[in-house]
């Protein structure tokens, strides 16, 4: 064999090995996130599909569901509102896909998502619920209330992303679906170098108010850099334009109280285009702004967080009220 040849076959054990190393120590990474943040709620099925489920306060009285964003999971918001809802009953979800959560096969939208929320309300015999959404978790939120308005009487949305057109996603969320390079961004790079990323990405959504201390750790958010998380959650953003425009017409028909908390400074979405421009379509809907806040403004104003839960519960108790009153034919 000429000496290219030699070097040539070198070089291709060399980089065979370095790619078997590769892949060893990122199984090894995905072993140790999931090693330092288990599951650390109740695990219910619903319909065959293991949902992961944290629920606090008391156990009767009205409910309040609440909806992490994309990228995250239940221990995202509970970290922001848990001690400030001590008082409520209220259910932490890992949306399908996510955290803890599974999700069905086949192709998923915020329709399949809202079905298999609402038969866990059902499962549960809870509602109907408040429910909380934040960024992409409002959209889930609103598609929840438009389809299931018996399980739903009330909504708040923390920076809601609500209306289509908002941008390309991240070139890697499509690309961690194309042959050869995909398996190796989901099972080895993300693995391997995400977190510093992530926390990065958490850095931008707090802009311009300070990352919480230890967020990463507390929120669990390198959860996402396990493959089928990463996966779930980049097929969302990839069709995420889609989805909002499927839904975004129907806005003007979710009649519960509804407020929106929009901040001044988000830098990760237009708040505007979304929560404020949507706010004007729907009939019983409240536009607030929160000055200096950035996308994750639930963490350092919760205190707002709660006291709109409480102002859309009394809107809801005196519609269902009137309508009691008045009755069905008025």
Not at 6 to 31: E, F, H, K, P, Q
Not at 151 to 176: C, E, H, K, T
Not at 231 to 240: F, I, L, T, Y
């Amino acid at each position: 064999m000429p000496l290219a040849g030699y070097i040539i076959a070198g070089l291709a054990v060399g980089l065979a090995a370095l790619m078997a190393l590769s892949w060893i120590l990122a199984r090894r990474a995905i072993d140790t996130i999931e090693a330092r943040f288990p599951p650390r709620a109740e695990f219910i099925a619903i319909d065959g599909v293991r949902l992961h489920l944290r629920q606090t306060g008391p156990a009767h009285g009205s409910a309040i569901l609440v909806l992490h964003g994309a990228a995250s999971n239940l221990e995202e918001p509970h970290l922001a509102l848990g001690d400030t809802f001590s008082g409520e009953r209220v259910l932490w979800l890992d949306r399908p896909g996510l955290g803890w959560s599974e999700r069905p096969a086949g192709p998923w939208s915020p329709e399949r998502e809202a079905k298999l929320i609402a038969r866990l309300l059902e499962t549960l015999e809870v509602g109907p619920v408040t429910v909380i959404g934040h960024s992409w978790g409002g959209a889930i939120a609103l598609r929840l209330a438009m389809d299931y308005p018996d399980r739903v009487d009330s909504v708040v949305l923390i920076a809601p992303a609500l209306s289509a057109w908002i941008g390309d996603a991240a070139w890697f969320n499509a690309a961690s679906f194309w042959p050869i390079l995909g398996p190796l961004i989901t099972h080895v790079i993300v693995p391997l170098i995400g977190e510093e990323q992530a926390r990065s990405g958490a850095v931008s959504a707090f802009h311009p108010e300070e990352l919480p201390d230890d967020y990463l750790e507390q929120s669990a958010l390198p959860l996402l850099l396990r493959p089928s998380t990463w996966r779930a959650n980049a097929r969302d953003m990839m069709e995420v334009n889609h989805h909002l425009e499927v839904q975004e017409d129907r806005y003007e028909d979710t009649h519960q109280p509804t407020m929106i908390i929009n901040a001044r400074a988000d830098t990760v979405l237009w708040a505007h285009r979304h929560g404020g421009m949507v706010s004007q379509r729907m009939p019983r809907a409240t536009l607030q702004w929160v000055s200096g806040a950035g996308h994750n403004l639930h963490h350092h104003h919760p205190a707002i967080i709660l006291e709109a839960v409480h102002k859309v519960r009394e809107q809801a108790r005196d519609l269902a009220g009137n309508t009691v009153m008045t009755g069905p034919a008025a």
